[in-house]
């Protein structure tokens, strides 16, 4: 079993839809969530950072946490083609540096 | 701030030849890693850095990768020799603090 779990999609929604993006994990000592979005051709870039379990809203997103069921998910409300990227989910423990991604799921938003 | 550079942006060149990819990054962050991006494994870490110093390499597939950061400001990624199955989007990424990771546009190595 592969540490990080990641729905491997693709996606493709309407514009305007909730999407869901979901992944699950086995190690319990990951205590720091993440959720990255890479556009085509361009690196990773940051989009919400989360501790422990619980809600975190930014704008349109929501990223929540529950490590109960080592499950976390990242929410996009309203959803629009700008948001058409592939999204990583990763996580790390704190003991070190090293970052766990998932192998992310791409999602397109038709107009 | 101009974030992560990495030069080459594309390199194309033939087995056996040597790489080197290079990586400066953002002024300020104590931490820099080297990432290796394919569609059959994903974004594998290969190895990080803390204040200069290599912390963990475990992730280098084998002798013939090498890093460096001779100072706070540039590292470089070797393959000696390089072989088609290196071929992948390299990413190089700096932060400030562990948990949140700033990447670089990466360098696509096609090796034939």
């Known amino acids: 079993q592969k540490e990080v779990e990641q729905d491997p999609g693709p996606l493709s929604v309407p514009e305007g839809a909730i999407v869901s993006l979901n992944c699950t994990y086995s190690n319990s000592a990951f205590q720091y969530f993440m959720w990255y979005r890479q556009y085509s051709r361009k690196g990773p870039e940051l989009l919400m950072y989360?501790?422990?379990?619980g809600n975190k809203e930014d704008g349109r997103f929501t990223a929540q946490v529950d490590k109960s069921s080592k499950y976390i998910s990242l929410f996009i409300r309203d959803s629009q083609p700008s948001d058409s990227a592939t999204y990583l989910c990763?996580?790390?423990?704190?003991?070190?540096?090293?970052?766990?991604f998932g192998k992310g799921i791409t999602l397109s938003v038709r107009p | 701030d101009a974030g992560v550079i990495q030069s080459p942006r594309h390199e194309v060149t033939e087995m056996g030849q040597e790489v080197t990819l290079r990586c400066k990054p953002i002024s300020g962050h104590d931490y820099l890693f080297w990432y290796r991006q394919t569609m059959m494994r994903g974004l594998e870490l290969l190895i990080y850095f803390n204040n200069n110093v290599p912390i963990d390499d475990s992730g280098m597939p084998e002798d013939r990768f090498s890093a460096k950061m001779p100072n706070a400001s540039f590292s470089t990624l070797k393959i000696q020799p390089s072989e088609p199955r290196d071929s992948a989007v390299y990413f190089c990424?700096?932060?400030?603090?562990?948990?949140?990771?700033?990447f670089g546009p990466g360098t696509r190595l096609l090796v034939l």
């Open positions: 989360t501790y422990s379990s």
């Open positions: 990763a996580m790390i423990t704190g003991a070190n540096s090293k970052l766990t």
């Open positions: 990424a700096s932060s400030p603090v562990e948990e949140t990771q700033y």
